[in-house]
């Protein structure tokens, strides 16, 4: 079983900065143990959307609107994936989502809970 837990979200003004984490729980499954990981948000009424992309082998890519923006990293020894997150704007403002996506037959896929981010203008 793994859990994915995120935090750091919060209220921020517009131009300001705040870094997520995700922290991986698991007893089978480690960090190091997933393909990709991923960050999402998702407003009400809309479809989640993919923010950032980290690959075990730490290459990145990043969504259009973000690029310049957000910089994805991790810690493996802290089990920890990064989205720090600068120059926000008010159309920033979400819940956060982390994922974990295994490659394989069968494949996993985890999802954290989410973070609320606020960018106030």
């Known amino acids: 079983q793994v859990q994915l837990v995120e935090s750091g979200g919060g209220l921020v003004q517009a131009g300001g900065s705040l870094r997520l984490s995700c922290v991986v729980f698991g007893t089978i499954f480690r960090l190091t143990s997933f393909t990709r990981m991923g960050w999402y948000r998702q407003n009400p009424g809309k479809q989640r959307e993919l923010v950032a992309t980290i690959s075990s082998g730490g290459s990145t890519n990043y969504a259009d609107f973000v690029r310049g923006r957000f910089t994805s990293s991790r810690t493996n020894a802290k089990n920890t994936v990064y989205l720090q997150m600068n120059s926000l704007l008010p159309e920033d403002t979400a819940v956060y989502y982390c994922?974990?996506?295994?490659?394989?037959?069968?494949?996993?896929?985890?999802w954290g809970q989410g973070t609320q981010v606020t960018v106030s203008s």
């Open positions: 994922n974990a996506f295994r490659a394989g037959s069968p494949a996993y896929d985890y």
